[in-house]
């Protein structure tokens, strides 16, 4: 980790705390910084590498989405910033080794979108039973197919989940009160929601499901999870959804299945390559079949995720730059410790070694400075610790704390 200055710790009010929000941030995020008196400026676009470094001098607070890029020179430019929020799910637009050795936190919105895959996938599988997809299609081209077959309700079928983790337990939910039997598998030992059986095994899922949904996340080892085995595997004429990651569907075998009548139906929101902007070229060998729905990676895209993305982040780096909690944060050890008005709080960001608590109380305990509340938590190679004191502690203290060998950053919140 490379070693950086010690962070001035002088105090910041939040009417001194300056927030720069890029990329067309939803106006609920934008409202609540300036609610709680920070400075906002917005931008609606993305800014280039160049165009940030200037932008960013005296910046406290980058909100950023997920193309804008957060380099080592951009932070470089960036003293006074103490934290990232992006207003996104993915943080690799954000340098985090960076980012950490600096002591700046960074935060994102893992959960915000979760219900919106759930819903869409709902829709799906029940579109899917209907074939809603084949009967609108034919009926745009003038074709009146009024027939039951090969139409189904869902209750009392079998949905088969892959991957119990925020959003593959919601949907469990969900899905029993359509009237469905859930079960799932997971690799880690989750928790089974109401009615939801665990199956020990893939095999033993596809074997029973009459609906398989993927909603595993991108570790590397889920690449080409579902191929042409799992496939087979599954029961005659069941559906297969996958709203998760591209790269753990085998597509030309899914392609195969599909054409053979083995799978029934299938919806595919993500794709092993996927278009890099709006309106290139989608290839993919699920193009032109029968009863599959395709949609350009929109599970997680609705409006009120958006609006929540706004809100949550917001609150994040609301709560970091007033009282130091780092609750969800990507990169810096959690500590949530309860703010009291009344006591005065020190933030330390320091490098994880053995002894530097004692080294910090140590300090204070010198200068007559009694701890009230202390919370210390540690992450790899980088420690943090809150503490809270009775009375406001004197510049010395401060200059002695921050120049410790092991101090990051030094921050005064109260
Ligand atoms: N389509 C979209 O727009 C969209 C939106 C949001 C999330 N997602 C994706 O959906 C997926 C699920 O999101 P989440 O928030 O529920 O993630 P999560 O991390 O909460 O859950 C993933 C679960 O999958 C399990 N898992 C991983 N590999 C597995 C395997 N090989 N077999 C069985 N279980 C396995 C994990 O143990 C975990 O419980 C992620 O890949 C995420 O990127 C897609």
């Given amino acids: 980790m490379t070693p950086t200055t010690p962070f001035p710790a002088e105090r910041l009010e939040d009417s001194n705390v300056r927030v720069l929000l890029l990329e067309n941030i939803h106006p609920n995020g934008v409202e ?36 804008t890029y957060i380099t080592e020179k951009v932070l470089d430019a960036a003293p006074d910033l ?26 994102n919105a893992p959960y915000s979108n979760t ?25 745009h081209a003038g074709i009146w197919n009024k027939s039951a077959a090969g139409s189904h309700e869902v209750r009392g079928r079998t949905l088969g989940i892959v991957g119990y983790g ?15 039997k859930v079960v799932f ?49 599954m029961k005659p004429r069941a559906m297969f959804l996958n709203l998760s990651r591209g790269i753990a569907v085998d597509t030309a075998a899914l392609r195969e299945h599909l054409e053979s009548g083995h799978i029934s139906g299938a ?5 092993p390559v996927e278009p890099k902007r709006q309106g290139d070229p989608f290839e993919s060998d699920l193009r032109g079949l029968k009863n599959v ?25 609301r709560a970091y730059a007033s009282f130091g909690s780092t609750s969800l944060s990507v990169n810096m050890p959690e500590i949530n410790l309860p703010s009291d008005s009344s ?54 203290v401060l200059q002695e704390l921050a120049a410790l060998p092991e101090s990051v950053r030094l921050r005064q919140l109260s």
Avoid at 83 to 95: P, V
Avoid at 185 to 214: M, P
Avoid at 293 to 317: C, M, N
């Fill in 115 to 139: 219900r919106s895959v759930v819903e869409l996938a709902i829709a799906e599988i029940i579109s899917l039973a209907r074939r809603l997809h084949e009967k609108s299609t034919d009926m």
């Fill in 166 to 180: 925020n959003i593959g337990s919601q949907l469990s939910v969900i899905a029993e009160a359509l009237g469905f």
């Fill in 82 to 107: 103490i934290a990232i929020g992006a207003f996104c799910i993915g943080t690799n637009q954000i340098d985090l080794a960076a980012t950490t050795s600096r002591g700046i936190a960074v935060f």
């Fill in 293 to 317: 729905i395709l949609t350009p990676h929109v599970g997680g895209s609705t409006e009120e995720a958006q609006q929540d993305i706004g809100r949550f982040v917001a609150s994040k780096l």
């Fill in 185 to 233: 598998f997971d690799i880690d030992d989750k928790l089974a929601l109401g009615n939801a059986q665990r199956c020990s095994t893939i095999e033993e899922l596809l074997q029973i499901s009459d609906v398989v949904t993927l909603h595993v996340d991108g570790r590397p080892g889920n690449a080409g999870l579902f191929g042409a085995d799992e496939m087979s595997q």
């Fill in 343 to 396: 006591k005065h709080r020190l933030a330390l960001v320091h490098r994880n070694a053995p002894g530097v608590l004692a080294t910090i109380n140590g300090l204070l305990g010198e200068h007559g400075v009694n701890i009230e509340a202390q919370s210390l938590s540690t992450r790899g190679d980088i420690g943090y610790v809150l503490t809270d004191v009775a009375a406001e502690v004197g510049t010395e």
């Fill in 32 to 67: 609540f910084l300036r609610g709680k008196g920070f400075q906002v400026e917005t931008r609606d676009s993305a800014l280039s590498e160049n165009e940030l470094i200037e932008a960013i001098a005296g910046v406290h607070l980058l909100g950023i989405r997920s193309t």
């Fill in 267 to 271: 919806a595919i929101d993500v794709f």
